[in-house]
């Protein structure tokens, strides 16, 4: 005989079968759900803890804006002061060498050589001077190669000055 | 549980007939009789509180039901019901094939009416077929009744359909369609006779709860029909 009904409805086995599908799916659900909790709950912590760490020390260290904003304009001003003590030290060495050098050429010319011109420019130097002998000159160009602050230098004229004066007139250039 | 609507085990068998109204609360038992008749109430529908199975007034009808449910806490249980009146239309039919379908049938059809056939037995190179028709109308006042009332309805069937199913579960295993259908032609297929109240106390215990119990076998026998038809364990 099969079973008459005049309406549609869930019959007790199938409610039984959904009653234990829900009851397994929630079960299951639940055991997913506190798998992920206790997975997450760490990083949760420590994301709350980072972050209450962080704020403590934001409020520690509010102070410390005004010290780091000074501390960058000294720094600044250092660097300023710095490019200038770079300048001045660069001067003062330009005028050291330049002292040299012409001491140097003092030294080199003396006694017996007379300094009618030197010139001494950032790369190079020519010096005009009287002597009364050859030999003079030839030493004087000696003196300033073997003070080894110049280089390639050379005696680039030597002429005789007058026939009443019997000086004569060299010029030696030379690369500094 | 939410949102599972609760249920239990239990099972209430409810006859509705023109003047009465019956709730059986029905056990399945391990004694000597199969089943357990735990509670039973007959309500009587007086005043055109139900009339050819239209249901006037349902409030009532609802209250019978739920007083029944609540005075045995079986909000929960399974419902199943039987109708019986003369707006349900049953017919024994013959006819020569023994796998209908329902346009085999010759009966006025209308869409108005739920058609359902069963098999019944075998007679004279013929087929014997249990053919009920239901109204919509009445259908629909009872599927609101059971929404009103917050019942876990599981079926609605005629009664003799309950009673089938009680007879073949009365034989079991020996159970023979030859045998219905002697049963059937003796009393002239009505079902109801097959039945007396020495067969009810073999299906039933209902330990001495009930007086008469002639007067109540019908509505019992509807109810241990309907029990043993849902298949409840």
């Known amino acids: 005989m099969k079973k008459n009904n005049l309406i549609k409805t869930l019959s007790p086995a199938q409610q039984y079968a959904i009653k234990r599908w829900f009851i397994i799916s929630l079960f299951l659900s639940s055991i997913t759900i506190v798998i992920i909790i206790a997975f997450e709950i760490p990083q949760i912590y420590a994301l709350q803890s980072i972050k209450k760490e962080n704020t403590a020390l934001a409020i520690q260290t509010e102070s410390f804006n005004s010290i780091i904003d000074q501390q960058n304009k000294l720094k600044k001003k250092e660097q300023d002061y710095k490019e200038k003590q770079a300048e001045i030290t660069k001067y003062k060495d330009e005028l050291i060498s330049l002292i040299t050098h012409l001491s140097t050429v003092v030294q080199a010319s003396n006694p017996a050589c007379n300094i009618e011109s030197l010139h001494i420019k950032p790369n190079s130097i020519e010096l005009v001077a009287y002597c009364t002998q050859i030999q003079n000159a030839t030493n004087c160009l000696d003196r300033l190669v073997e003070s080894k602050q110049f280089h390639d230098t050379e005696l680039t004229s030597l002429q005789h000055q007058t026939k009443q004066n019997s000086s004569f007139l060299f010029t030696i250039k030379g690369q500094r | ?233």
Not at chain 2, 150 to 156: E, F, K, P, Y
């Open chain 2, 1 to 233: 549980m939410w949102p599972l609507p609760q249920f239990d085990k239990q099972f209430v068998a409810i006859t509705i007939q023109p003047h009465y109204l019956t709730c059986s609360w029905i056990k399945q038992s391990q004694k000597k009789a199969s089943l357990v008749l735990c509670a039973y109430e007959r309500f009587s529908l007086r005043n055109l509180a139900l009339e050819k199975l239209i249901l006037f007034n349902p409030t009532y009808i609802q209250r019978c039901i739920k007083t029944f449910l609540a005075t045995h806490q079986l909000d929960n249980a399974f419902i199943a019901c039987s109708l019986s009146g003369p707006s349900i239309i049953e017919q024994f039919l013959p006819l020569q094939t023994p796998s209908p379908t329902l346009n085999t049938f010759s009966l006025q059809k209308t869409k108005n009416n739920i058609l359902g056939y069963e098999y019944i037995y075998p007679r004279d190179h013929q087929f014997i077929f249990y053919v009920y028709q239901v109204p919509q109308v009445i259908l629909l006042q009872y599927k609101l009744l059971i929404i009103a009332a917050r019942l876990n309805s599981i079926a609605i069937v005629p009664q003799r359909s309950a009673l089938l199913s009680l007879y073949k579960f009365l034989y079991g295993n020996a159970f023979r369609k030859a045998q219905l259908a002697v049963d059937m032609i003796r009393y002239h297929n009505m079902i109801e006779y097959l039945f007396n109240p020495g067969l009810l106390a073999r299906i039933i215990d209902m330990s001495s709860s009930i007086k008469n119990i002639e007067a109540e076998m019908p509505y019992l026998l509807t109810a241990c029909g309907l029990f043993v038809s849902r298949g409840i364990k």
